[in-house]
């Protein structure tokens, strides 16, 4: 065996190693959730609101209150995010600008999550006055995940054949009606696919929502987008460092943790099951 050959062998030996400890870390943090987790699981426990200073009752408030600011985050993220895309990839021509701003993009989804919920903070809840709410938490989380959607549909943009533009502009469409008819169309499973994929992001953030958002304890539902709600993961971070019966609450703790890392795991499985469905289906 030569120097070149063992060197090779060597360097895939330090990555296997590397890729086990990664997984297996991944598995036993999994496990050990699920271990003491799923006996605090039943369906009061996801039905009901807490009760008796949260240490006992249920979380329903809380993933109420997840999936609203999710889908407000979407709400805000996903139009200015696809048309942001469209405009990078379908009308810019390239140059010092481009560069200059793909390169804001990338480095605004590299931005830890605490300063998106400090912009919040100062912006929505303070500069335009909504206060801590469903609103400001939303616009917020739709920030913090904007550059990983333009992203994700610019690249998608970008795979598809420049012969699909050739051939509807030659049938006498226009740039509009190829991009909206032809183009989005074909790339929208991986556009899909990213957004998924955010979601589950916005999902687990607590950094964001608790400046502009989460409530310690609010068991009634969100009436209005002024209203401040209950979150999975903030509602986590409050058992476990500002709670007065830690030991009470550690069953309660894990098993908000155990639903929301379920979502989170669905989420992702959704946007890989879409992503491997859209290669199958792809004839080109």
Not at 60 to 85: D, Q, R
Not at 170 to 181: E, R
Not at 188 to 217: D, H
Request: glycine share 8%; with cysteine.
């Amino acid at each position: 065996m030569n120097k070149r050959n063992f060197s090779q062998g060597l360097n895939f030996i330090i990555i296997k190693i590397s890729v086990f400890v990664v997984v297996a870390f991944l598995f036993f943090i999994i496990f050990h959730i699920f271990r003491n987790g799923i006996s605090s699981i039943s369906i009061d426990f996801l039905t009901k609101p807490p009760t008796d200073s949260m240490t006992r009752g249920g979380i329903f408030p809380a993933i109420v209150g997840t999936f609203c600011l999710s889908i407000g985050a979407l709400i805000v993220a996903v139009p200015m995010g696809i048309i942001s895309a469209i405009y990078l990839s379908e009308y810019t021509k390239g140059g010092l600008f481009l560069r200059i701003l793909r390169l804001g993009i990338r480095n605004l989804a590299g931005i830890p999550s605490i300063v998106f919920g400090l912009f919040g903070l100062a912006l929505f809840v303070i500069k335009f006055g909504f206060g801590s709410s469903l609103l400001s938490g939303s616009l917020t989380l739709g920030f913090l995940i904007l550059p990983t959607i333009i992203a994700a549909t610019e690249e998608a943009l970008r795979g598809i054949p420049q012969d699909f533009r050739e051939a509807s502009l030659a049938l006498g469409a226009t740039k509009v009606q190829t991009i909206f008819k032809v183009v989005l169309p074909a790339a929208l499973s991986n556009i899909v696919t990213g957004i998924l994929l955010s979601v589950g992001r916005v999902a687990g953030e607590t950094a964001p929502i608790m400046f502009t958002a989460a409530a310690f304890y609010k068991p009634a539902l969100p009436t209005s987008v002024f209203d401040e709600v209950m979150a999975l993961p903030y509602h986590i971070y409050t058992l476990a460092t500002e709670g007065t019966h830690f030991e009470q609450t550690l069953p309660i703790q894990y098993g908000t943790c155990l639903v929301l890392l379920a979502l989170v795991v669905l989420m992702d499985i959704a946007g890989i099951w879409i992503r491997l469905k859209a290669r199958k289906s792809k004839k080109w």
